[in-house]
């Protein structure tokens, strides 16, 4: 898990995918190995055993999140993240991985980059420190919806939201990396094909 491309390397001869990761006939040029679709999904994840226990209590409003690695966050994920704000306008947004949001720089861009776009800064929630694995779900569940990366799509990230009921929306790319989500989503009936 976590590795949804090719290794580039000359001793390993083959890469374990399946047809909604790797659909077959479109992404077999971008793989230095020979790829193997298996019938089953490639991802295999149980949901931790906390996740069953874990509740929240109401909330005030549409609360949105993004937990995915900021690496993974374009410009074009930012832009998207706030139209789909300016269309709730009682959401706010809570931008969580690990501890970077902790870094002011950091937080000062996003504002500045929402703000261009027409969300004020208070409605976002920068959440700055490590939790729990406890917490870190109530968070994940305390999210009416969860925005995927793109194009550079999560994948521990959407199987823990999808653990505690939270949906995720993602925009399916051609390759592995643009659709570790949504191959997840199709393989378990969870998707929807939308336009705009």
């Known amino acids: ?17 399946d047809r909604f990761a790797d659909p077959p006939g479109l992404t077999e040029h971008l793989y230095g190995e020979q790829l193997v679709w298996l019938d089953h999904a490639i991802l295999a994840w149980r ?26 966050i374009s410009p074009m994920a930012l832009k998207t993240y706030a139209l789909i704000i300016r269309r709730v306008p009682d959401a706010k ?10 870094v002011t720089q950091l937080q000062d861009r996003y504002r500045r ?17 490590t939790e729990s694995l406890r917490q870190h779900l ?5 999210c009416d919806l969860a925005l995927d990366a793109f194009p550079y799509q999560g994948t521990m990230t959407s199987f823990e939201c999808l653990s505690v009921g939270t949906p995720v929306v993602s925009c399916c790319g051609d390759y592995y990396a643009h659709r570790a989500t949504s191959a997840m989503m199709m393989r378990m009936g969870l998707h929807q094909i939308g336009g705009k």
């Open 138 to 142: 109530r968070t994940m569940m305390s």
């Open 1 to 17: 898990m976590g590795h949804p491309n090719t290794s580039a390397l000359q001793t390993i001869d083959y890469h374990l995918t």
């Open 47 to 72: 949901p931790y055993r906390i996740a069953s226990e874990i509740s929240v209590d109401d909330r005030d409003g549409p609360v949105l999140g993004v937990f995915n690695n900021i690496a993974k």
């Open 113 to 129: 980059e929402f703000a261009a776009e027409g969300v004020l800064p208070h409605r976002l929630d920068f959440r700055t420190q």
């Open 93 to 102: 947004l809570i931008l969580k991985y690990g501890d970077r949001y902790s």
